[in-house]
C-alpha cells in the first residue's frame, strides 16, 4: 500500500462519515503507507502495491 492508497482511503472514509479514529482503517492504512514508504517499497521505481 502507497501513500497514495492512503490518502484515498482516509478521503473515503471522511465523505462516508466512517471511523476516524486512531484504531480505524483509515489510521492503519496510513501506517501501512508510511511503513512501506520508509522501507522502499512504495516507491514510483521499484515497488508499489
Known amino acids: 500500500m ?7 482511503i482516509q478521503s473515503s472514509q471522511t ?3 466512517g471511523d ?6 483509515a489510521a492503519r492504512a496510513q501506517s501501512a503507507g508510511d ?3 520508509n522501507s522502499g ?6 515497488g508499489g502495491k
Request: glycine residues 16%; positive net charge.
Open 2 to 8: 502507497t501513500q497514495s492508497d492512503a490518502s484515498r
Open 15 to 17: 465523505r462516508s462519515g
Open 20 to 25: 476516524m479514529s486512531s484504531s480505524g482503517f
Open 35 to 37: 511503513r512501506n514508504q
Open 41 to 46: 517499497l512504495g516507491q514510483k521505481n521499484g
